[in-house]
């Protein structure tokens, strides 16, 4: 019987793709980084698991603004649709 689970080291989409593995589990976003990987869809809600991305700027910063700058831009309502469009849901 072969193993069920394979440690991969690349993602699941990009193992799916190469045919090294049949089913890949992983992050939405990243199937969009592989061409020819297909999302069959998402884990169920209460199966679901969310990564949270966070930004803050360092008291030791050169250009603290220009780092503030950019985590206004990226929270921005403007960014919602860009980050929605790479299967990724803007909190």
Do not use: H, W
């Amino acid at each position: 019987m072969k193993p069920k689970i394979k440690l991969l080291n690349e993602s699941a989409p990009a193992a799916v793709a190469k045919g090294e593995v049949e089913i890949g589990l992983g992050p939405m976003s990243e199937v969009l980084l592989v061409p020819v990987a297909r999302l069959a869809g998402p884990f169920p809600a209460g199966l679901q698991s969310y990564l949270v991305f966070m930004a803050c700027v360092s008291s030791a910063s050169k250009n603290a603004d220009a780092a503030r700058s950019l985590i206004k831009f990226l929270t921005a309502p403007a960014a919602a649709p860009v980050f929605k469009a790479k299967d990724m849901e803007p909190g």
